[in-house]
């Protein structure tokens, strides 16, 4: 069974600064995704990236992207310059392409911006 | 355009009643989701239909009832309901074509309260 591990429960960061949340996954397949999903207060899950795993050139969104090392089984998210409309909940998520596929979720990081 | 919209926002039900919760998106997409979210935690998946036909049921009490009426509608009625089924709850849509990407885009969400 695939799992999705975020081991940062919360993460601070300063405005403007630059924070990185982990996430690790466990899967047998070779063909999947991978993506961000961002969840602010006002609860709407919002993509935030998405990654291929067959593709190595790691995903870029604006001043998001990813740290994808599939062999290591690993994808971060950096966030560059924060804003305070970043603080939200993380869910780190997988989908692989087969039948009766799932989205697995990660437990998720809380990202707190301060001033 | 990338939107899903979910009917009513908010929802506050006594346990004998009847209710529906409504979602809907004009983006094409052939596969439609329902997930219970508690409060911190991940999405759980609840139901997924794809092209209007029910192809997963996580084991969900018969208390809740998934309706696809047609591809850009899906309806989740409620009935008998217990407090523990209080939660946000989200509809989520995604391509629907077999092998392709599966990204997933979520709406508001409804927020259920079950007295």
């Known amino acids: 069974a695939q799992t999705v591990t975020q081991s940062q429960p919360e993460m601070s960061v300063q405005e403007a600064e630059t924070v990185t949340l982990s996430c690790t996954y466990d899967?047998?397949?070779?063909?999947?995704?991978l993506f961000w999903y961002k969840q602010p207060p006002s609860r709407q899950m919002i993509l935030v990236i998405r990654?291929?795993?067959?593709?190595?050139q790691n995903a870029t969104e604006n001043r998001f992207s990813v740290n994808f090392q599939k062999a290591a089984k690993s994808f971060s998210l950096k966030i560059s310059d924060s804003q305070l409309g970043d603080a939200a909940m993380y869910f780190c998520?997988?989908?692989?392409?087969?039948?009766?596929?799932?989205?697995?979720f990660g437990t998720g990081t809380r990202l707190q911006v301060t001033l | 355009d990338t939107e899903v919209t979910q009917t009513p926002k908010h929802l506050v039900m006594g346990m004998t009643n009847k209710k529906s919760l409504k979602c809907e998106q004009h983006?094409?997409?052939?596969?439609m989701y329902w997930y219970k979210q508690k409060a911190k935690k991940p999405p759980e998946l609840m139901f997924v239909y794809s092209y209007e036909k029910l192809s997963i049921n996580e084991s969900v009490p018969s208390r809740f009832s998934p309706e696809c009426p047609n591809s850009s509608l899906l309806n989740l009625h409620l009935h008998a309901l217990q407090p523990e089924d209080s939660a946000l709850y989200l509809c989520?849509?995604?391509?629907?074509?077999?092998?392709?990407?599966?990204?997933?885009?979520f709406g508001p969400g409804t927020r259920l309260l079950v007295l």
């Open positions: 989520a849509s995604s391509q629907g074509s077999t092998g392709g990407q599966e990204t997933q885009y």
């Open positions: 983006m094409g997409h052939r596969a």
């Open positions: 998520a997988y989908w692989y392409t087969g039948t009766a596929s799932k989205l697995t």
């Open positions: 990654q291929e795993a067959y593709k190595q």
């Open positions: 899967t047998s397949e070779s063909d999947y995704y």
